[in-house]
């Protein structure tokens, strides 16, 4: 499987701020998924990112909020935008593998005070 | 109703024993099912995925697809306690996305 790494793996950020999280994987891959994970919950979709086009955004997750980009097949940002306490949470990228398996990145541990 | 459930846990079971672990989905057309492990603090990894109905092995891992019940089981035999970590089912209906369950937590004692 690939080997995806994350920046920053935490940060602490004042509210009304934005935080940019870049994933970066050793291979080109078609795929990439933006997830949150809040504290104690399982893993929800916030967006598919497809080079050359637009982000696909799951129902509550909009693009003013949640800026993505993909400007290649082994790299992808996630902005979270003006930030408030409800954005803490862990941001997690994955590659689409074979067969719809998918693999995670290492996570970002982001906390807004 | 959840696309996709688990029971919460925690399961807890001793060193050596079998772990079972089950999942159920709600929507028919699903496809693929995956289970993954995640250990406190880390991100989920993948433990083995299954899309025929019966019984796949892996090491001491066994993943149980029943199409008509609409569930799929992942069996742990001789329980480590490295085992102890949360462990998500997920599901694929089709498309690219996976549904996450929530996920059930596995205490193996000693």
């Known amino acids: 499987s690939a080997v995806i790494s994350q920046k920053p793996s935490r940060d602490i950020c004042q509210r009304g701020t934005s935080l940019t999280i870049q994933c970066q994987v050793d291979?080109?891959?078609?795929?990439m998924f933006w997830y949150r994970q809040q504290p104690g919950q399982s893993l929800t979709l916030i967006a598919t990112?497809?080079?050359?086009?637009?982000?696909?955004?799951e129902s509550g997750f909009v693009i003013d909020k949640f800026p993505i980009s993909r400007p290649n097949l082994t790299f992808s940002t996630l902005t979270v935008s003006n930030m408030s306490p409800e954005d803490s949470s862990i941001y997690l990228c994955?590659?689409?593998?074979?067969?719809?398996?998918?693999?995670f990145g290492p996570g970002t541990r982001l906390l807004v005070l | 109703q959840k696309e996709v459930e688990q029971n919460s846990g925690p399961l807890s079971v001793p060193e050596g024993a079998i772990a079972s672990l089950n999942c159920t989905y709600s929507d028919r057309g699903s496809q693929s099912f995956f289970w993954y492990r995640q250990y406190s603090g880390k991100s989920p990894e993948l433990i083995m995925f299954?899309?025929?109905?019966g019984d796949k092995e892996d090491g001491r891992f066994t993943a149980q697809l029943n199409k008509a019940s609409q569930y799929v089981s992942l069996l742990i035999r001789d329980s480590q306690p490295s085992d102890s970590a949360t462990y998500l089912c997920?599901?694929?209906?089709?498309?690219?996305?996976?549904?996450f369950g929530t996920g059930t937590r596995l205490q193996v004692f000693p």
């Open positions: 990112a497809n080079q050359g086009s637009e982000a696909t955004y």
């Open positions: 997920a599901v694929n209906r089709g498309g690219d996305k996976l549904i």
């Open positions: 291979s080109q891959v078609t795929m």
């Open positions: 994955s590659v689409a593998g074979q067969e719809k398996t998918q693999y």
């Open positions: 299954i899309y025929s109905n």
